[in-house]
């Protein structure tokens, strides 16, 4: 069946360091792909997504490309700050784009902490 | 943007009591709503998809007399604990697609957490 998988944290980094939470996924179809993120005693919110091979999502100064060859989703920031410590989860939706169904199926989600 | 309403925030119960939990689509319809259940240090697992005016599907393993939803109308599905043990003890959160969004439709509430004693 459908799965994702990310890497496992947490992931501490420095202030202005580069991130990358690494994302690979399993999936029959064309699923749409997601980042997710669930900041410290709050809900989940979207961070982006992508919706077809080779398509870049990007927020906030984050980006992830919808690798089919690798079906792979990584996240990647140039520059973190503090503000961006919380959790990220990696998703795929398993029905296509207009389905009247489809669920998220997520990853275990990775706890980043940036220390000033 | 879509907003989605999950309440309460974090509710305590004694052993053996009822817990419902609501979740409402702000400003926009949602026949399907998602129940997603958080445990710690692990993945969201999706516990039922709600479906406005019939019987929810649950996941297999997520026993259905235990967790009852409703879907009563475009904007609203509950969940109630029944019976409810300190196993029960956990993250529920709800989540709701707006079909006019496409892709981006997915829209989550804050979450609810449940701590049985």
């Known amino acids: 069946g459908n799965s994702v998988t990310q890497m496992e944290g947490p992931v501490t980094l420095s202030e202005e360091a580069f991130l990358t939470i690494n994302c690979t996924y399993t999936?029959?179809?064309?699923?749409?792909l997601f980042w997710y993120v669930q900041y410290p005693g709050e809900g989940l919110q979207l961070l982006l997504k992508?919706?077809?091979?080779?398509d870049k999502g990007s927020n906030k100064g984050f980006e992830a490309t919808y690798r089919k060859e690798t079906t792979s989703f990584h996240l990647e920031k140039g520059s973190v700050q503090v503000s961006d410590s919380a959790v990220y989860f990696c998703?795929?939706?398993?029905?296509?784009?207009?389905?009247?169904?489809?669920?998220?199926?997520f990853g275990k989600g990775t706890k980043l902490s940036v220390k000033p | 943007g879509a907003v989605v309403s999950q309440h309460p925030s974090w509710v305590i119960c004694k052993s053996g009591t009822s817990v419902k939990i609501e979740c409402r689509s702000l400003?926009?319809?949602?026949?399907?709503m998602f129940w997603y259940r958080q445990f710690p240090k692990q993945s969201l697992m999706l516990m039922a998809t709600?479906?406005?005016?019939?019987?929810?599907?649950?996941e297999q393993g997520v026993e259905k007399d235990k967790f009852l939803i409703n879907h009563a109308s475009l904007t609203l599905s509950t969940l109630t604990v029944t019976s409810a043990h300190p196993e029960d003890s956990s993250f529920y959160i709800c989540?709701?697609?707006?079909?006019?969004?496409?892709?981006?439709?997915?829209?989550f509430g804050s979450g609810t957490r449940l701590t049985v004693v």
């Open positions: 989540s709701a697609r707006d079909l006019t969004k496409g892709a981006r439709g997915y829209t």
């Open positions: 999936a029959t179809g064309y699923p749409s």
């Open positions: 992508a919706t077809k091979a080779d």
């Open positions: 998703a795929l939706s398993d029905q296509n784009y207009g389905g009247s169904q489809g669920n998220l199926i």
């Open positions: 400003d926009f319809q949602a026949t399907t």
């Open positions: 709600s479906n406005e005016g019939s019987k929810a599907t649950y």
